[in-house]
Protein backbone atom coordinates (compact mmCIF):
# COMPACT_ATOMS: atom_id res chain seq x y z
CA UNK A 1 0.00 0.00 0.00
CA UNK A 2 1.33 3.41 -1.03
CA UNK A 3 1.26 6.27 1.10
CA UNK A 4 0.73 10.24 0.26
CA UNK A 5 3.93 12.38 0.74
CA UNK A 6 3.90 14.70 3.45
CA UNK A 7 3.47 17.76 0.30
CA UNK A 8 0.56 15.82 -1.15
CA UNK A 9 -1.21 15.49 1.83
CA UNK A 10 -1.11 19.29 2.82
CA UNK A 11 -2.05 21.82 -0.09
CA UNK A 12 -0.88 24.54 1.87
CA UNK A 13 2.69 23.50 1.71
CA UNK A 14 2.07 23.97 -2.23
CA UNK A 15 2.20 27.77 -2.27
CA UNK A 16 4.52 29.70 0.19
CA UNK A 17 3.69 33.31 0.85
CA UNK A 18 5.86 36.03 -0.57
CA UNK A 19 9.27 37.17 2.03
CA UNK A 20 8.57 33.56 3.47
CA UNK A 21 10.21 31.59 0.81
CA UNK A 22 13.75 30.28 2.81
CA UNK A 23 12.12 29.75 5.45
CA UNK A 24 9.43 27.32 3.85
CA UNK A 25 12.53 25.83 1.97
CA UNK A 26 14.29 24.79 5.58
CA UNK A 27 11.39 23.96 7.04
CA UNK A 28 10.68 21.21 3.89
CA UNK A 29 14.49 19.94 4.67
CA UNK A 30 13.91 19.54 8.14
CA UNK A 31 10.67 17.41 7.20
CA UNK A 32 12.54 15.61 4.20
CA UNK A 33 15.34 14.35 6.37
CA UNK A 34 12.82 13.76 9.38
CA UNK A 35 10.69 11.13 7.52
CA UNK A 36 13.01 10.15 4.95
CA UNK A 37 16.58 10.34 6.14
CA UNK A 38 19.38 12.31 5.49
CA UNK A 39 20.48 10.52 2.30
CA UNK A 40 17.16 11.57 1.05
CA UNK A 41 18.23 15.44 0.88
CA UNK A 42 18.19 16.81 -2.44
CA UNK A 43 17.40 20.19 -3.97
CA UNK A 44 14.62 18.09 -5.65
CA UNK A 45 13.26 16.51 -2.79
CA UNK A 46 12.99 19.34 -0.86
CA UNK A 47 11.48 21.55 -3.63
CA UNK A 48 8.46 19.11 -3.85
CA UNK A 49 8.14 19.47 -0.18
CA UNK A 50 8.02 22.94 -0.46
CA UNK A 51 6.15 22.93 -3.65
CA UNK A 52 8.60 25.14 -5.36
CA UNK A 53 10.93 24.77 -8.37
CA UNK A 54 13.86 23.59 -7.63
CA UNK A 55 16.14 25.60 -9.13
CA UNK A 56 14.54 28.19 -6.39
CA UNK A 57 16.51 25.79 -3.69
CA UNK A 58 20.01 26.14 -5.07
CA UNK A 59 19.53 29.84 -5.83
CA UNK A 60 18.71 30.49 -2.04
CA UNK A 61 22.04 27.97 -0.39
CA UNK A 62 24.25 26.82 -3.61
CA UNK A 63 25.31 23.56 -2.76
CA UNK A 64 23.79 20.31 -0.55
CA UNK A 65 26.13 21.53 2.34
CA UNK A 66 24.99 25.03 2.72
CA UNK A 67 21.45 23.57 3.26
CA UNK A 68 21.85 21.19 5.31
CA UNK A 69 23.97 23.73 7.55
CA UNK A 70 21.13 26.09 7.58
CA UNK A 71 18.63 23.69 8.28
CA UNK A 72 20.32 22.58 11.21
CA UNK A 73 20.49 26.23 12.57
CA UNK A 74 16.74 26.42 11.86
CA UNK A 75 15.98 23.12 13.60
CA UNK A 76 18.50 24.73 16.71
CA UNK A 77 16.61 27.83 16.53
CA UNK A 78 13.37 26.13 16.94
CA UNK A 79 14.11 24.24 20.29
CA UNK A 80 16.93 25.55 22.16
CA UNK A 81 14.61 28.17 23.30
CA UNK A 82 13.01 25.18 25.19
CA UNK A 83 15.73 24.98 27.21
CA UNK A 84 14.40 27.41 29.72
CA UNK A 85 10.29 28.96 30.07
CA UNK A 86 12.08 31.85 31.81
CA UNK A 87 15.63 32.33 29.98
CA UNK A 88 18.76 33.76 32.28
CA UNK A 89 16.51 34.04 35.60
CA UNK A 90 17.99 31.43 37.90
CA UNK A 91 14.88 29.81 38.20
CA UNK A 92 15.13 26.16 37.79
CA UNK A 93 11.79 25.09 38.06
CA UNK A 94 11.72 26.69 34.75
CA UNK A 95 14.36 24.80 33.49
CA UNK A 96 13.03 22.11 30.34
CA UNK A 97 9.20 23.19 31.59
CA UNK A 98 7.99 23.64 27.75
CA UNK A 99 10.19 20.69 26.28
CA UNK A 100 7.24 18.59 26.37
CA UNK A 101 5.49 20.86 24.67
CA UNK A 102 7.77 21.86 22.41
CA UNK A 103 8.06 18.19 20.87
CA UNK A 104 4.59 17.62 20.68
CA UNK A 105 4.30 20.79 18.30
CA UNK A 106 7.67 19.79 16.65
CA UNK A 107 9.06 16.51 16.56
CA UNK A 108 11.00 17.01 13.13
CA UNK A 109 13.48 19.54 14.51
CA UNK A 110 13.82 16.65 16.79
CA UNK A 111 14.00 13.81 14.31
CA UNK A 112 16.24 15.88 11.80
CA UNK A 113 19.18 16.01 14.34
CA UNK A 114 18.53 12.15 15.61
CA UNK A 115 19.18 11.57 11.95
CA UNK A 116 22.13 13.58 11.38
CA UNK A 117 23.55 12.34 14.53
CA UNK A 118 23.11 8.60 13.39
CA UNK A 119 24.48 9.25 9.73
CA UNK A 120 27.72 10.81 11.40
CA UNK A 121 28.38 7.30 12.61
CA UNK A 122 28.74 6.13 8.72
CA UNK A 123 30.12 10.10 7.37
CA UNK A 124 32.63 11.10 9.64
CA UNK A 125 32.93 13.94 7.90
CA UNK A 126 29.42 15.41 9.55
CA UNK A 127 30.91 15.34 12.66
CA UNK A 128 31.15 19.34 13.04
CA UNK A 129 27.69 19.64 12.55
CA UNK A 130 26.52 16.86 15.16
CA UNK A 131 28.93 19.00 17.67
CA UNK A 132 27.42 21.64 17.00
CA UNK A 133 24.26 20.28 17.78
CA UNK A 134 25.27 19.26 20.83
CA UNK A 135 27.27 22.23 22.07
CA UNK A 136 24.56 24.90 21.59
CA UNK A 137 21.95 22.73 23.97
CA UNK A 138 25.30 22.11 26.30
CA UNK A 139 26.04 25.74 26.27
CA UNK A 140 22.37 26.98 26.90
CA UNK A 141 21.89 24.48 29.15
CA UNK A 142 25.67 25.42 31.66
CA UNK A 143 24.51 29.24 31.22
CA UNK A 144 21.32 28.75 32.81
CA UNK A 145 22.54 26.68 35.25
CA UNK A 146 25.05 29.38 35.80
CA UNK A 147 22.01 31.87 36.38
CA UNK A 148 20.60 29.59 39.21
CA UNK A 149 24.37 29.78 41.06
CA UNK A 150 25.62 26.03 40.53
CA UNK A 151 28.66 25.03 39.59
CA UNK A 152 29.78 26.05 35.87
CA UNK A 153 31.21 22.66 35.43
CA UNK A 154 30.58 21.01 31.82
CA UNK A 155 30.39 17.76 32.86
CA UNK A 156 27.14 18.68 34.99
CA UNK A 157 25.91 20.28 31.80
CA UNK A 158 26.50 17.49 30.09
CA UNK A 159 24.76 14.90 32.51
CA UNK A 160 21.71 17.10 32.31
CA UNK A 161 21.93 17.36 29.09
CA UNK A 162 21.99 13.26 28.46
CA UNK A 163 19.21 12.78 30.26
CA UNK A 164 16.90 15.31 28.76
CA UNK A 165 17.95 14.30 25.29
CA UNK A 166 17.28 10.67 26.35
CA UNK A 167 13.74 11.92 27.19
CA UNK A 168 13.11 13.71 23.69
CA UNK A 169 14.14 10.58 21.90
CA UNK A 170 11.98 8.32 24.01
CA UNK A 171 8.66 10.60 23.70
CA UNK A 172 9.30 10.76 19.64
CA UNK A 173 10.13 7.53 19.11
CA UNK A 174 7.74 5.71 21.55
CA UNK A 175 5.47 8.40 22.75
CA UNK A 176 3.93 9.05 26.45
CA UNK A 177 4.49 12.72 26.95
CA UNK A 178 2.92 12.23 30.62
CA UNK A 179 6.25 10.30 31.62
CA UNK A 180 8.50 12.53 29.79
CA UNK A 181 6.78 15.62 32.04
CA UNK A 182 6.95 13.30 35.50
CA UNK A 183 10.15 12.57 34.30
CA UNK A 184 11.58 16.33 33.84
CA UNK A 185 9.91 17.19 37.33
CA UNK A 186 12.49 14.92 38.81
CA UNK A 187 15.24 15.82 37.14
CA UNK A 188 14.62 19.55 38.05
CA UNK A 189 14.34 18.14 41.69
CA UNK A 190 17.34 16.77 41.21
CA UNK A 191 18.89 19.92 40.06
CA UNK A 192 17.63 21.78 43.35
CA UNK A 193 19.36 19.48 45.39
CA UNK A 194 22.35 19.75 43.80
CA UNK A 195 22.17 23.17 44.23
CA UNK A 196 21.56 22.84 48.35
CA UNK A 197 24.37 20.91 48.26
CA UNK A 198 26.45 22.98 46.92
CA UNK A 199 25.36 26.38 49.21
CA UNK A 200 26.19 24.53 52.84
CA UNK A 201 29.54 23.19 50.93
CA UNK A 202 31.67 26.04 52.20
CA UNK A 203 30.90 25.26 56.15
CA UNK A 204 31.78 21.49 55.68
CA UNK A 205 35.39 22.32 54.53
CA UNK A 206 36.28 23.65 57.50
CA UNK A 207 36.55 20.55 59.68
CA UNK A 208 39.37 20.15 56.61
CA UNK A 209 41.06 23.19 57.13
CA UNK A 210 41.48 22.74 60.99
CA UNK A 211 42.95 18.92 60.17
CA UNK A 212 45.34 21.20 57.48
CA UNK A 213 46.18 23.16 60.47
CA UNK A 214 47.01 20.65 62.78
CA UNK A 215 49.11 18.54 60.23
CA UNK A 216 51.36 21.50 59.79
CA UNK A 217 51.75 22.20 63.96
CA UNK A 218 52.82 18.84 64.16
CA UNK A 219 55.28 19.29 61.11
CA UNK A 220 56.93 22.56 62.84
CA UNK A 221 57.20 21.49 66.43
CA UNK A 222 57.66 17.61 66.19
Do not use: W
Request: glycine fraction near 8%; hydrophobic fraction near 35%.
Amino acid sequence: MTTMSSSQEDPARQAPRYGEGRTALLSAAVRVVAEQGLRKLTYRAVAREAGVAHGLVAHHFGSRDALLEAALQFSLDNSVTSISTRPGSGDLDAVFAGLVTMVENNPDDQAFQYELILECRRRPELRPYVESIYQAYIDGLQFELECAGMDPDPALSHLIYAAADGLVFHQITIGCPELTERSLTHLRALLRQSRSGREVSPSSSKPAEHLHSGFEERVNYG
